[in-house]
């Protein structure tokens, strides 16, 4: 017999009330709950979404259902009798607002879709690249070498690898947190290249030819872009630390973990992008292929 946890997600208490959360066996819940309830999920780890509908009816993957909104979902009356229906016929949700008096507010019920964040994340990073890749597609030619990379790292994987990091980190934002601090996308940039040269994969460690890479190949149709003179301004800002980040001999970082809060905000942020690089996919890929050509008897 299936443990709730599998069944509805995980059962918490929320303001004073039982519900259910997300987790990675049952990614997205769907159940009404109070605004107290609401309010108290931790928006760290949880995205919620309102909806309006008729009734009191849970609802939640079940284990046949797979991750998203597609797979079968399972259901549990949690209070007013829910009029017979098909999921087939359920009606259009529309967004409802929590403005609700004191008075009621510890028994009005809302509906409320919860998601794991990192589910969304992920499900936005595969949509994105697809969509890069099906625009490479169409153009007959591909884009120019920019002669940035050490062989054999070539522009468009490593694009592709920037652009999940960016997803990653900054999702549908202008800013991202890195262990409690926002950082815009220039500084982000400004972090990576750092990161670049310090594991030693540039041919020219320049900031201008590094800029127009970005500009050009990595976020020529993003929403959230910046100019060189943006670029080289946070340049100036951070270059106190570029020495210590830069040197491969420096700073004593193991990219292969993340970091601890027990250091600095900026080299806490360094840190974890350089760990999303070196255990990405791509980055795999390069290691493997250099231990390939290590076994070469040649």
Partial sequence: MLSRSRMH????????????????????????????QIEAIPKDRFTVSMIKTQGAVLFAPSEHGGGGHGGNLGRIVVGARPRRTRLSRVPKYRKARLTVSPEVERTNLYTAI???TDRIKSNAERLY???RQLARDKVDTPPQDSGLFIPPIDDVSMSD???KAIIHFFGE???CKIMGKKYKLPAFCLLMHNYFIRIGILKNVTRTPFCNY???QVLKDWKVTFTSR???NYAEAYKNVKEDFTKKDGLKIDF????????NFLQNAFHEIGHFFHTSEYFTHLRDMRYNLNEFKI
């Fill in 9 to 36: 997600g995980t059962k918490v208490t929320l303001a004073g009330r039982t519900a259910f959360l997300p987790n990675p066996n049952v990614p997205v819940v769907v159940q009404q709950l109070t605004k107290g």
């Fill in 114 to 116: 919860i998601t794991l």
């Fill in 129 to 131: 690249n697809e969509n």
């Fill in 161 to 163: 690898c920037i652009m």
């Fill in 173 to 175: 934002e202008d800013t």
């Fill in 214 to 216: 970005l500009l050009e």
């Fill in 230 to 232: 943006t670029f080289t």
């Fill in 256 to 263: 292969s973990v993340l970091p601890k809060q027990d250091k």
